[in-house]
């Protein structure tokens, strides 16, 4: 479970003998889920029956607490009193002896003990600068930025995949009142809008005020984020360590999030329905009070968590044929801010799992945590393009063809070669 140390944006093969290329295949995606059916022709032929959800946590979520650098000399004291400590109360789980695992994420480290969990590190999207909507944009579109999008990735490769024999073309559904613009496109999409889909809404004005006033006044970020503290803990009871309760079963804030996750996990295992699926969930920007070890960033991490365990619970066997990718807009600064929170940053991680995942593994091409290393002297800095994931996650998982990645579905990404590998 050693810690992959390659070239940026290499393919993992050959930089450890464990590591090598297979082939899979499936794909992805927005406060949202989109979902669409499309069987490869090696499930027809009978071989497997593959899936893939996409996750797209917005807001920033800061890689740094999730997965701790623990070994990292300038770790502790880039990150203060927000560091995840490295023994006794609130350690995390430990994953390679380098980074260590947020303890609010049992489930996670489980999958990661089965080998059904990788972690990527120090990814970004080709953007750089620090705006929440120009950053989801890139993410996606799939596109290296520069003018508004119009579509998305998913869709350009839903529109790109061969029919399998069927009449039609294979149909993208977003569950969702507004398809997101990483299946907006040419492909037809269906839409169905879950009842009491209220959580999409309320994280995402909370974020918006609270990424507000981290930018123009910390003292009142400070105070708006404990006031949303105080709300959710009368609202229910969130344990970092056990998972999501609640005095509805659910809890909150995340209850409507594992119910799309169970929602999602029923859309993939109908027979003859969707294989593809894509989900996003607000709530991730943490300017103020962010609360890695406990508190909000602990609670949120937790609540993804019963999701993961929702999901991976309602796939049963197809799990096995699964592959779940959680990425985010953008991470938060190395160090802390003057309001126990972090800022807008740049690298971050992205997670892998299912049974189809070759996990156990953190894969990173570390770059360090010294001012030096620094990207601006304040983030992580950025060593892998995350396209270079999506690449290699649907070139071995969906067996769609690197040519059309590379001209179709990410036409400016000749930097970001596949990475392979992460399929097992």
């Known amino acids: 479970?050693?810690?992959?140390?390659?070239?940026?944006?290499?393919?993992?093969?050959?930089?450890?003998?464990?590591?090598?290329?297979?082939?899979?295949?499936?794909?992805?995606?927005?406060?949202?889920?989109?979902?669409?059916?499309?069987?490869?022709?090696?499930?027809?032929?009978?071989?497997?029956?593959?899936?893939?959800?996409?996750?797209?946590?917005?807001?920033?979520?800061?890689?740094?607490?999730?997965?701790?650098?623990?070994?990292?000399?300038?770790?502790?004291?880039?990150?203060?009193?927000?560091?995840?400590?490295?023994?006794?109360?609130?350690?995390?789980?430990?994953?390679?002896?380098?980074?260590?695992?947020?303890?609010?994420?049992?489930?996670?480290?489980?999958?990661?003990?089965?080998?059904?969990?990788?972690?990527?590190?120090?990814?970004?999207?080709?953007?750089?600068?620090?705006?929440?909507?120009?950053?989801?944009?890139?993410?996606?579109?799939?596109?290296?930025?520069?003018?508004?999008?119009?579509?998305?990735?998913?869709?350009?490769?839903?529109?790109?995949?061969?029919?399998?024999?069927?009449?039609?073309?294979?149909?993208?559904?977003?569950?969702?009142?507004?398809?997101?613009?990483?299946?907006?496109?040419?492909?037809?999409?269906?839409?169905?809008?879950?009842?009491?889909?209220?959580?999409?809404?309320?994280?995402?004005?909370?974020?918006?005020?609270?990424?507000?006033?981290?930018?123009?006044?910390?003292?009142?970020?400070?105070?708006?984020?404990?006031?949303?503290?105080?709300?959710?803990?009368?609202?229910?009871?969130?344990?970092?360590?056990?998972?999501?309760?609640?005095?509805?079963?659910?809890?909150q804030p995340f209850r409507e999030f594992t119910a799309a996750a169970e929602a999602a996990a029923k859309f993939l295992t109908t027979p003859g329905g969707p294989r593809i699926g894509a989900l996003s969930v607000d709530g991730w920007d943490t300017h103020a009070n962010e609360g890695a070890v406990k508190g909000l960033l602990a609670n949120r991490l937790a609540g993804l968590d019963a999701a993961i365990k929702a999901f991976a619970d309602g796939m049963g066997p197809a799990w096995q044929d699964t592959v779940v990718l959680l990425v985010t807009e953008f991470g938060r600064t190395a160090q802390t801010n003057g309001t126990d929170g972090t800022d807008h940053g740049t690298a971050t991680t992205a997670l892998l799992l299912g049974g189809a995942v070759k996990g156990g593994r953190v894969v990173a091409d570390w770059p360090g945590l010294s001012q030096k290393a620094l990207f601006e002297g304040r983030d992580l800095a950025p060593t892998r393009d995350v396209r270079s994931i999506l690449k290699g996650i649907l070139g071995d998982h969906l067996g769609i063809p690197q040519g059309v990645l590379a001209g179709k579905v990410f036409p400016d990404s000749a930097s970001a070669a596949a990475l392979g590998g992460l399929i097992g």
Not at 144 to 149: E, I
């Open 1 to 251: 479970m050693a810690t992959i140390r390659c070239a940026s944006d290499a393919g993992v093969t050959g930089c450890s003998e464990d590591v090598a290329l297979s082939r899979r295949g499936l794909l992805i995606g927005g406060a949202t889920l989109a979902l669409w059916s499309f069987l490869p022709k090696s499930a027809i032929a009978g071989a497997r029956d593959p899936r893939l959800l996409v996750v797209v946590l917005r807001g920033g979520l800061d890689g740094l607490s999730l997965a701790a650098p623990i070994g990292d000399p300038d770790f502790a004291k880039l990150r203060g009193r927000l560091a995840l400590p490295v023994s006794g109360e609130g350690a995390g789980l430990p994953l390679d002896g380098f980074f260590t695992l947020n303890g609010a994420m049992p489930m996670l480290h489980a999958l990661y003990q089965k080998k059904e969990a990788l972690i990527l590190h120090a990814v970004a999207s080709p953007y750089r600068g620090r705006s929440h909507f120009d950053a989801q944009d890139v993410l996606e579109s799939g596109l290296g930025g520069g003018g508004k999008a119009t579509d998305g990735w998913l869709n350009r490769a839903l529109a790109g995949m061969p029919s399998a024999g069927a009449a039609e073309k294979p149909k993208g559904l977003a569950l969702a009142a507004v398809v997101p613009l990483v299946i907006r496109g040419s492909a037809p999409v269906l839409t169905w809008t879950p009842p009491a889909y209220r959580l999409p809404f309320r994280a995402d004005t909370i974020a918006r005020i609270t990424d507000l006033y981290g930018q123009t006044d910390p003292a009142l970020a400070k105070a708006f984020a404990a006031g949303i503290e105080i709300d959710r803990m009368a609202d229910s009871t969130l344990d970092p360590k056990a998972g999501l309760k609640g005095k509805d079963g659910g809890g």
